[in-house]
């Protein structure tokens, strides 16, 4: 159900031009991840947890989405390889621990809506520091497009 919510998101995603920076677009579509997962937590029945996952898996494809083109954007050409392959370690590992931490929560008494707001409050806290408009991924990206605009003349 997650993947099909996804191929849709991708899709529509895919026909629209943002306005927003990346970073901006990046921060936004986390948000979106994060409160998705904390939809799961209250899911009464299988059924609206299928129609809760169709939905929250809109957002995970615009996210990965933004998130290789910000790679693509911001890493050096000669360094595109390193970095798409750092992208997918840090993400694997992350989901890795974070597998392995939802687990334990779960095995605890009424574990099951904690875990799910355990991932969305980390994926929230990650589009906060996405968010920060002097951090370091808006100064990379600002820093990516004069560099382009100067390539460009």
């Known amino acids: 159900m997650w993947g099909i919510g996804s191929a849709i998101g991708g899709i529509w995603f895919g026909t629209r031009r943002p306005a927003m920076t990346l970073s901006r677009q990046f921060a936004w579509l986390l948000a979106a991840v994060s409160a998705s997962f904390l939809v799961l937590a209250f899911m009464p029945s299988p059924l609206w947890l299928g129609a809760a996952l169709v ?24 360094m595109l390889n390193e970095a798409y392959t750092w992208m997918v370690t840090v993400s694997v590992s992350g989901s890795a621990a974070g597998g392995a931490l939802a687990g334990v929560i779960v095995d605890q008494p009424g574990g099951l809506p904690w875990a799910f707001a355990f991932a969305a409050v980390v994926l929230l806290l990650a589009a906060a520091v996405a968010a920060v408009p002097e951090g370091s991924m808006a100064r990379a990206d600002r820093h990516a497009g004069e560099r382009l605009a100067t390539d460009l003349v």
């Open 55 to 78: 939905l929250g898996g809109a957002t995970i494809a615009p996210a990965l989405t933004v998130e290789n083109s910000l790679v693509g954007r911001l890493a050096p050409a000669g």
